[in-house]
């Protein structure tokens, strides 16, 4: 059974940094999207990045490009997102998803792992 465990979330102040990873078993990396979604109180889950091996391809959310980055390796299983200059909005459950195909829509994501929580005081 395919597992996406996230891990790095936390509690830091407006204008700090923060790494999520996500480790992957049981899947191919190289044959899926890798994406981090986030879901704030009372808020639809929303696209964060995302990034395929397939064709090399790397998507933002508008709102987030220049400040978050996502990355990956192929061989370990396992993608991160370099979040920056991180605002208070940014609060919210961030989620690990994969996807046998490119979309930046959640209902496309097969797998997803259990989210890790970002805090981020003003």
């Known amino acids: 059974q395919v597992q996406l465990a996230e891990s790095g979330g936390g509690l830091v102040q407006a204008g700090g940094s923060l790494r999520l990873s996500c480790a992957a078993s049981?899947?191919?990396?190289?044959?899926?999207?890798m994406a981090w979604f986030r879901q704030a109180p009372g808020k639809e889950r929303e696209f964060v990045a995302a990034?395929?091996?397939?064709?090399?391809?790397?998507y933002y959310a508008d709102s987030l490009k220049g400040r978050f980055t996502i990355s990956g390796d192929n061989v370990k299983n396992t993608v991160t997102l370099q979040m920056n200059s991180l605002k208070p909005e940014d609060t919210a459950v961030y989620y690990c998803?994969?996807?046998?195909?490119?979309?930046?829509?959640?209902?496309?994501?097969?797998?997803w792992g259990q989210g890790t929580q970002v805090t981020i005081s003003s």
């Open positions: 990034i395929t091996w397939t064709d090399s391809r790397i």
């Open positions: 998803a994969a996807s046998v195909d490119w979309s930046i829509l959640s209902t496309a994501y097969n797998y």
């Open positions: 049981r899947l191919t990396f190289s044959r899926y999207t």
